[in-house]
């Protein structure tokens, strides 16, 4: 299973796939490429460190969703490393209808919250604003609602009174990066 990875940020957990790879963890799942819409992102790093592909793919002309020219970029990009999965990891876009279209039923998303509730950005901000006992993170397939396809899997987290929204962040984390590789292994036995 061909995987492509797309983030924006740091990239834990692509981080967290790769650790799993080399493990033995990810079964027939294999990381072929890392693509980010941030030049500096933490994310491409990763790539010399793991031996996988690593690049920048230009997103413009729009700043918070992949549409227009961008769109077609990264398309016909992605379409090159014949994928059979691309995870969104930290991927701060929103993808359009032709996206979506292109791999349809290939995309997957982590989001860090337990959706349907507190979609959108600052899922774990969200979570703890509001005061909620129990968040989580959750990978769902991607669809063109956002955050709103179909859920694979989620880990739920308790917020305990003395959390303060650095350590609910790291335990929300510490949850993705279980969960994300587990979930690709299982996908990967179910392709195989
Ligand atoms: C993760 O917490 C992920 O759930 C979140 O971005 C972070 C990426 O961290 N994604 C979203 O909020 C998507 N709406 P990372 O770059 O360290 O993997």
């Known amino acids: 299973m061909r995987i492509v990875i797309l983030g924006s940020g740091r990239g834990s957990n692509a981080e ?4 799993a790879q ?16 941030k030049a500096d992102a933490g994310i491409l790093a990763l790539g010399p460190r793991f031996g996988v592909p690593a690049a920048y793919v230009d997103p413009a002309p729009f700043r918070t969703k ?30 359009k209808p032709p996206f979506i ?25 969200q979570a703890f604003r509001r005061g909620v006992k ?12 956002v955050d709103g396809g179909p859920i694979i899997d989620q880990t739920a987290v308790r917020i305990e009174e003395t959390d303060t929204l650095e350590t609910l962040a790291a335990k929300v984390h510490a949850a993705e990066h279980a969960l994300l590789p587990a979930v690709i292994a299982r996908l990967a036995a179910a392709q195989s």
């Open 66 to 95: 992949l549409d227009g020219e961008g769109e077609q970029r990264y398309i016909a990009t992605i379409a090159a490393c014949a994928p059979d999965l691309i995870v969104l990891a930290g991927f701060m876009r929103v993808l």
């Open 22 to 37: 080399t493990a033995g963890r990810l079964g027939r799942g294999q990381v072929v490429q890392l693509f980010s819409d």
């Open 16 to 19: 967290a796939i790769l650790q």
């Open 134 to 145: 129990i968040t989580g993170c959750t990978v769902h397939h991607v669809t063109a609602e």
């Open 101 to 125: 279209a292109a791999f349809a039923g290939k995309i997957i998303n982590l989001h860090p919250s337990l959706l349907p509730s507190f979609p959108g950005l600052d899922g774990i901000g």
